[in-house]
């Protein structure tokens, strides 16, 4: 990722920033080989690594890792973005709305509200955050509250059925063998991967986590930057909403309700750190990957959620604790 | 130096992780590899060969519960995993974290572990409808429990008439107050919710025979003991004395409102449905005058049953239905310590 020339400065900074992340990167891809091998090993006749089963664990990971995706932008930053999966509900129930047969719109259209839904919370945070000096943590908190409220607004808490085939395809349909989510997911990865690392807005990005001040004399809108990480990480929300009304095929008011724990336990495992300017969108994939094979791993071995949670619990401090241990 | 230190870590760290869940696999997996590995041939032979009885012995059933957080559910679980030892048969029950999307990856997950048959007490009627299709696109039967899927492709359901409980609660108090001609309020669950909108169908079903029972007022308590209070505690001051009786969907709401009418020093009758442990308590001390007992047992094994008889190539009823009982003043020994 880092071979590209770049100016002097910023090369410095990032082949200081990875040689500090190596260990706990390297040891988080470790950590999700060896979870394979043991999950392989323990269940029945390796049906683990069976095609179906990787197509499932990628498939929810592709869905539940867009939020993680997006709230390693915003953690770069400094920030933290709480209203992931209250947008993530919202923007799903309202495409729902405009989805079902009876309205009669296309699919896309459907869609677009959704994200646009996403769009315009994410920018409503980025504009609290930057603008307006709302602490992250507080104004992300305020506007999950405000999301679930326009969620239950729209339908009374009622689910929303009878959405289009062209809509459900999203969450259920293929391309060739592939799930659509993790085309999504691939593309948005792209994306995501040229902005951070191949231009100068994602340059940016690092140096506003890794020195507000010092980012800001050098001349970047550091404003500018912090309410764009919060737009990204709500258009993402929003776009995993939509897959996951699609997938489940109606809109559900709970959907996403405490998933901004898990993407930010995804991120944290990957190597970011919460302190900003210091991580790499690679980690928060493997992250995601370790959260979905354990989750996926420990239901297929009958392991019951209570004792889930607390193994997640540890992996969670493990993960954190080999990062400290990594910057010592 | 450093290094091997944090690859010391790291090592520790995940052989740490390896041991917790092997060890907590353990007690549910241990028999699991012999018997999965005949399951799949098993079920073919008997549909072909001996039709003699349905035999669960050595079958392999999973269970998704929209939560394994409330009693009910916890209820039915534990009912399901003594039907399983009792039976033979390899029993695995999820908790599907009140999420559709979640219960939809727990089916995935079954299907591709081979079970024979998935029990799902879904989070929503429509949102998991999809978790019908993918079992049925799997051919694996696949039974509905206490909350109906809007789906006609679920091989059965069972469960209890919710509209049932409104009316036999709305009943069972016409008949304590003795009288038809008095004022209530009526405690609702979250709107929406398929047990909310029975529960107060059947209440009105039965109300609609007694014009002189006016519904002084009626709102969501969620389920909810403490937010039923709350509401109580509102009601009490706006109608006072007005409120001759309270009729709550569901034991905690009855419960709450009970709590806020006796620290108003009132006491007025108050009625609910499931009969969870305290409102059998609550029966006992005349803090309830009934409860409408759900027989989370008998839904689950009726379903367990269901997918054995499903799996061996007989027929089922597409519903089942398990009655509710009344716990009353009388029969309330009954249910004491039964959980």
Request: hydrophobic fraction near 45%; proline fraction near 3%; glycine fraction near 12%.
């Amino acid at each position: 990722m880092s071979n590209v020339s770049t100016p002097a400065a910023a090369s410095i900074k990032r082949s200081r920033m990875s040689g500090k992340q190596f260990i706990s990167t390297y040891g988080s891809l470790i950590g999700l080989v060896v979870l394979v091998i043991a999950f392989t090993v323990l269940s029945d006749g390796g049906r683990y690594i069976s095609g179906a089963n990787i197509r499932n664990i990628l498939r929810m990971a592709s869905i539940n890792g867009l939020l993680a995706v997006g709230m390693t932008f915003v953690v770069l930053t400094g920030g933290i973005d709480l209203s992931v999966g209250a947008m993530m509900g919202c923007a799903g129930m309202y495409s729902a709305y405009f989805a079902q047969a009876t309205m009669g719109y296309h699919w896309f259209a459907a869609v677009m509200v959704g994200v646009l839904m996403g769009l315009a919370i994410g920018l409503f945070n980025g504009v609290c955050i930057s603008y307006l000096k709302v602490p992250a943590f507080v104004g992300t908190l305020g506007s999950m509250s405000i999301a679930q409220g326009l969620t239950f607004l729209i339908t009374k808490s009622k689910p929303i059925p009878g959405l289009t085939d062209g809509f459900k395809n999203i969450g259920n349909g293929f391309v060739g063998p592939i799930p659509i989510p993790i085309i999504i997911m691939a593309v948005v990865l792209i994306i995501c991967f040229t902005l951070l690392y191949k231009t100068r807005y994602g340059r940016y990005i690092f140096a506003v986590g890794g020195n507000l001040n010092a980012a800001h004399v050098s001349g970047i809108n550091t404003k500018r930057i912090i309410c764009s990480v919060y737009v990204i990480s709500g258009v993402l929300s929003a776009l995993a909403g939509v897959i996951t009304t699609a997938r489940v095929t109606s809109g559900v008011t709970a959907t996403g309700d405490g998933y901004e724990t898990d993407a930010i336990a995804m991120v944290v495992i990957g190597g970011t750190s919460l302190a900003g300017g210091k991580g790499r969108l690679w980690g928060t994939i493997v992250g995601i990957l370790i959260m979905q094979c354990l989750t996926n791993g420990l239901d297929m071995l009958g392991v019951s959620y209570y004792a889930q949670l607390i193994v997640k619990g540890f992996v969670v401090i493990g993960a954190v604790m080999l990062d400290g241990l990594s910057a010592d | 130096m450093k290094k091997l230190s944090k690859i010391l870590a790291l090592i520790m760290a995940v052989s740490m992780m390896v041991l917790v869940f092997t060890a907590c696999s353990n007690s549910s997996n241990t028999e699991s590899p012999a018997p999965t590995g005949s399951q799949a041939a098993d079920p073919a032979e008997t549909g072909s060969g001996d039709e003699g009885g349905s035999t669960a012995d050595g079958l392999s059933i999973g269970a998704t519960y929209y939560t394994l957080q409330t009693e009910f559910c916890m209820r039915m679980d534990n009912a399901a995993k003594t039907w399983a030892e009792e039976n033979g048969v390899e029993y695995v029950g999820y908790d599907g974290q009140n999420d559709a999307a979640t219960q939809l990856s727990q089916v995935e997950t079954m299907i591709t572990n081979g079970v024979d048959a998935i029990i799902l007490n879904p989070q929503d009627a429509d949102a998991c409808v999809a978790c019908v299709d993918a079992a049925v696109a799997a051919g694996i039967p696949i039974i509905g429990v206490n909350t109906m899927v809007n789906s006609d492709q679920l091989t059965a359901y069972v469960g209890s008439e919710d509209v049932s409980a409104g009316e036999e609660i709305m009943n069972y108090m016409i008949d304590y107050m003795g009288t038809d001609s008095f004022n209530i309020v009526v405690l609702e669950g979250p709107m929406g919710q398929s047990a909310q909108l029975q529960r107060w169908e059947g209440i009105n079903n039965v109300l609609a025979d007694y014009p002189n029972i006016k519904i002084l007022d009626y709102n969501t308590a969620n389920w909810s003991r403490s937010e039923a209070m709350t509401l109580m505690e509102t009601w009490i001051t706006t109608y006072g004395d007005q409120i001759q009786a309270v009729v709550a969907e569901n034991d905690e709401m009855a419960l709450g409102a009970r709590q806020a009418i006796t620290a108003a020093g009132m006491d007025i009758p108050c009625i609910g449905i499931d009969g969870i442990t305290d409102a059998v308590t609550a029966v006992s001390t005349g803090d309830m005058i009934a409860s409408d007992f759900q027989n989370a047992e008998g839904q689950i094994t009726g379903a367990l049953e269901a997918a054995v008889k499903v799996i061996n190539g007989e027929e089922v009823e597409k519903e089942i239905w398990i009655p509710f009982e009344m716990i009353t003043p009388d029969n309330y020994e009954d249910y004491v310590g039964r959980y």
